[in-house]
């Protein structure tokens, strides 16, 4: 009953009747209190907002809430580029200034958004901007969530002009930081893991549309064998442009959903076949063209300014990992064990990896073998370590 009253007020601005509901009621939601706080937010009706947190200071859930829609405004504002920042400015002064029993937690949370208010405000690069907010972040571990993340790729996605290598660039630098800078470092990988699940679909509807036109290109390619392209060029000019050394997570996902599409969509196996022999063909490619940039063109791997050597060891390591584990998944979703034997797959595999190693051990890339572990963790996260069993018998 109470719901469907609040949900009334909310689509009829009923305010008078919102603030009578929370008075009267006990028991009002999370869901229904969030609802409601940022209602108020949106319209700027930061008078009710300030009556609401009066009232109910003794409901810790309405202050937690009320500070994450808070921040959430604040991001969403400025990388919308529609940040008028006086009206929240002002009513975060005010909060500061009144006397709230009993919400020194609350009031911490207010500062720490004027900290945020403070880094958006500024006019300068994305980069900056988002290594300054990943500083809050650390600082304050408690205010890492799903939404917040969510948020912030949403916003380097959107400042970056969409699927490009600055957005995979800024990403990476990003999740690198929290997951390794932080004390909660499995608790935030799942939330990145989630938010990379959410975040995918919105990519992989971009990336079909270049997938159907390289896809047209590569039967041409297929086709007119007088032109004499080699399929490294053919790679180098229709699909390597969209692609760096970062975001392997993400090419890894487009990839994968790519071969089991062709799986179960295509019916002709010659051509079934054909389309999975080339994406196969391509991530060894990509593998290579990563090698080759990696040992001759050193500057393209960017950090941020005030990293050590360590924590720039640290993220080569997992520039690496990343494309070996994007060059093993792809095999190991690819393979067709109908036709090639298991232990024959697991050798492959074991090569790629072992090859890449002795690669990087030679191209002073040496730190790689500090981590006895290496092959093991890269066979594991690939799913090709059960068939090390079938491989000793």
Known sequence: ?????????????????????IHLSEGISEHDYKKILMKFINESRYDLLLEILNTQREIPIVFQIFSELLFEKYLENKFNNNFYSSDLDEFANILLEKQIEGNNKFKENIKIIKTILEIIEKDRSLGDTLRDIIGVFLTNEALIDLKKINLSINAIYRNSNGFSSKFFSLYDLFKFTIINLSKQKEKHIAIFKEAETQFFDILFIEFSEILNKLSEKYKEFSEEKKKKLSFDEFLRENFLKYFSYYGCNFYKGVLIKTIIRIRREIENEEQKDGLISFYLRFSNNYWNYILKKMYSDKSELTYFSEWDDS????????????????????????????VLNKIESYNKVLNIITNAREFFRSNNYTFILDNKNFIEEILIKTGWNRFNNQRKI
């Open 1 to 21: 009953m109470i719901e469907k009253a609040i949900e009334r007020g909310l689509k009829n601005n009923l305010f008078d009747l919102i603030l009578d509901l």
């Open 311 to 338: 924590l720039k060891r640290k993220y080569k390591l997992y520039v690496v990992e990343q494309i070996l584990l994007l060059r093993c998944r792809i095999l190991y979703k690819a393979v067709d064990f109908r």
